[in-house]
């Protein structure tokens, strides 16, 4: 093996990095993406619960794009999940601020990631011109040699 086709080797193994990379920071970046939204659901439908008022009829979201027809009876306190396990039934607006604080720090994890996947990206653009290149000249110098 010559040491062109050891470096176009080499080169490939790399631009293999960059791409498996690539995927595991898309791959975060749907469930980062997932997670935002549900915060964001949460967060609209908190609202929508207190706005409604006492009595009133609600449609509850139960997951799965599914709803549950209810009566608001507490439209100024939810539970909510602390983590762990832990629930605790706290006013809607304290909860509104966890959501805006929870989003927040999704919304600074995603634009992070975003980051990061233009960074890989444009190494692996790089490295596959690099690639690319180099196999044209392995191919332009055994072409020389017949």
């Not at 997932?34 to 609600?58: D, F, N, P, W």
């Not at 444009?122 to 191919?139: C, I, K, M, P, T």
């Amino acid at each position: 093996m010559s040491a062109g086709e050891s470096d176009l080797r080499r080169g490939m193994a790399v631009l293999d990095q960059y791409r498996s990379q690539l995927e595991a920071l898309l791959q975060q970046q749907e469930i980062i993406r997932i997670s935002l939204e549900e915060h964001m659901r949460a967060r609209e439908t908190l609202l929508r619960y207190q706005k409604a008022g006492a009595g009133a009829e609600v449609l509850m979201p139960v997951g799965a794009n599914s709803f549950v027809v209810a009566e608001a009876r507490d439209p100024e306190r939810a539970f909510v999940g602390i983590g762990s396990d832990l629930i605790v039934h706290d006013a809607i607006p304290a909860q509104l601020e966890r959501l805006d604080a929870r989003i927040k720090s999704i919304s600074e994890a995603a634009n992070a990631i975003g980051q990061r996947i233009g960074q890989v990206q444009e190494r692996a653009e790089a490295q596959g011109a690099f690639v690319q290149d180099l196999y044209a000249r392995l191919q332009g110098e055994q072409g020389e040699r017949s």
